[in-house]
């Protein structure tokens, strides 16, 4: 994934690692979704500041990296469309080292390569989709759609005050014939 960063662009999570000493180090970033300039991580999405926590443990030839980020997102409910307000967090590691000999079979994906003129980690991309993958695929409001009142009935036989529509009259009769084949 660093190596996909986008051309012009600065990095926005820089870690120098040069002069780094041994042991855990800590860095907060806060963030703005427009520092990214990615249409993925729009301000609609993020209006709010993105928080970056960041802990590094740093061994002989090797760094460990967790990632932790948050926000609060604005999403819209998959059932009435209402405008939702969610605290969204995501966290990942990756393992940076020099030692070629160590056994990475399961970490191909969390695994990076320090050569020795690597003065610094850029994890900008890192952050950004560990960002977007916190984002729920499903979103409804909580305990139930508020405008749920405004939805139609799913009974049209039970719904007295409007007059049925064309598709939901489909909808009635797709039900009845899915109801006469399973029995």
């Given amino acids: 994934m660093n190596g996909d960063r986008k051309a012009g662009r600065e990095p926005l999570v820089k870690i120098k690692i040069s002069h780094l000493s041994q042991g855990k180090h800590s860095y907060h970033f806060v963030l703005a979704s427009a520092d990214f300039q990615d ?3 729009s301000t609609k999405v993020f209006p709010n500041p993105v928080e ?3 802990s590094l443990d740093k061994g002989l030839s090797d760094i460990t990296v967790d990632i932790v980020v948050s926000s609060v997102a604005v999403l819209e409910c998959d059932r009435c469309l209402a405008t939702l307000h969610r605290h969204i967090s995501g966290e990942y590691r990756i393992f940076y080292s020099q030692a070629k000999s160590m056994q990475v079979e ?3 994906d969390e695994i990076r390569w320090l050569g020795r003129n690597n003065f610094e980690i850029d994890l900008t991309d890192d952050v950004r989709d560990t960002l977007l993958l916190a984002v729920p695929m499903k979103n409804v409001c909580e305990p139930a759609c508020m405008n ?3 939805l139609p009935s799913s009974h049209p036989e039970q719904s007295d005050s409007a007059p049925e529509s ?3 009259r489909a909808l009635h009769q797709l039900k009845q014939k899915f109801n006469e084949n399973l029995r």
């Fill in 39 to 41: 249409a993925a991580v």
């Fill in 52 to 54: 970056v926590s960041l």
């Fill in 166 to 168: 064309e598709w939901q």
């Fill in 106 to 108: 399961d970490w191909q």
């Fill in 148 to 150: 749920q009142a405004e």
